[in-house]
C-alpha cells in the first residue's frame, strides 16, 4: 500500500528551466529524504530532512534546494536544469534518521531534459 | 567515505534456480544491512534487514548471509520463480544518527519459466 507519494511522475523540460517535485507521506514519520537514481540505477541520497529540519545535504550542485513546510512533505526544487539532472528522483521517509531505519519509497518521479 | 560494491549487474536464472547477489562494504563502523527489491514500475521495497550482530537470516524463500570479516553480505533466493524478477539493491548504514544509506549499484534479476 503507498504511503508516500510524490508528483509528478513524469516531467520533460527544458535545458534552463525550473521545476519543482512534491512529495506527502501519510505515516506519521519524522524523516524525509531525496534519493537519485540515474540511468544506470544508482541511487545517490542527496538531502534528508529530519522533523523540518534539514541533516543530511550531500554535496549537490547549489540549483538544488529542498523544501519542507512540515514533517509529512518534503519538496524538492531544481533551479535550472541541466541535461545532467535526467534521472529518476526518489522521495522515502522513515520513523526517525538512525542508521536502523526502514525507508519507505515513493514510486519516483521520473525528469527528463531536453 | 563507505563504498558498496554490489555484483552481478545483471544476473538470468531459470525456475528453480538459486540465484545469488554479493555486495561488498568498505566501511568497518558499518552496522545494518538493508536489501531492497524494486519490481518494474514500482518502488523500492525492504526485503530484509539485518544487523551486524546476527550472520545468517531468512526470509520467505531467500537467505541473507553477512561475513562481517571479509564485509560482506549475499542474498540468495533459493529456488527463484518469475515473481521474483525485479532489480534488487542492497544498503549499508552506520550506528550513528542521520541515517544515511549507502547503496550497492544494483542487480537485475531476470527468472525465466
Known amino acids: 500500500e503507498t504511503a508516500v507519494f510524490q508528483t509528478p511522475n513524469y516531467h520533460v523540460t527544458q535545458v534552463g528551466n525550473e521545476v519543482s517535485f512534491n512529495c506527502k507521506q501519510t505515516l506519521g514519520h519524522d524523516t524525509m529524504y531525496w534519493y537519485k537514481q540515474d540511468s544506470k540505477k544508482l541511487l545517490k541520497i542527496m538531502f534528508s530532512y529530519n522533523n523540518k529540519q534539514l541533516i543530511v545535504n550531500e554535496t549537490v550542485p547549489r540549483r538544488f534546494s529542498p523544501q519542507s513546510s512540515d514533517k509529512a512533505h518534503l519538496n524538492l526544487r531544481i533551479k535550472s536544469v541541466e541535461p545532467e539532472d535526467s534521472a529518476v528522483y526518489l522521495c522515502a521517509s522513515s520513523r526517525g534518521g538512525w542508521g536502523a531505519e526502514t525507508l519507505y519509497f515513493g514510486s519516483g518521479t521520473r525528469l527528463t531534459v531536453l | 567515505g563507505e563504498q558498496v560494491e554490489q555484483r552481478p549487474p545483471h544476473l538470468s536464472v531459470r525456475e528453480g534456480d538459486s540465484a545469488v547477489i554479493t555486495c561488498t562494504y568498505t566501511?568497518?563502523?558499518?552496522?545494518?544491512f538493508f536489501w531492497y527489491k524494486q519490481e518494474p514500475g514500482a518502488s523500492l521495497q525492504l526485503l530484509m534487514k539485518?544487523?551486524?550482530?546476527?550472520e545468517i537470516n531468512e526470509g520467505q524463500g531467500f537467505t541473507v548471509l553477512l561475513n562481517k570479516k571479509d564485509k560482506r553480505l549475499s542474498l540468495n533466493l533459493t529456488a527463484a520463480h518469475p515473481g521474483d524478477s525485479a532489480a534488487y539493491f542492497c544498503?549499508?548504514?552506520?550506528?550513528?544518527?542521520?541515517?544515511?544509506?549507502?547503496f550497492g549499484e544494483g542487480t537485475k534479476l531476470t527468472v525465466s519459466s
Open positions: 544498503a549499508v548504514s552506520n550506528q550513528g544518527g542521520s541515517a544515511k544509506l549507502i
Open positions: 566501511d568497518p563502523n558499518s552496522y545494518y
Open positions: 539485518v544487523f551486524s550482530s546476527t
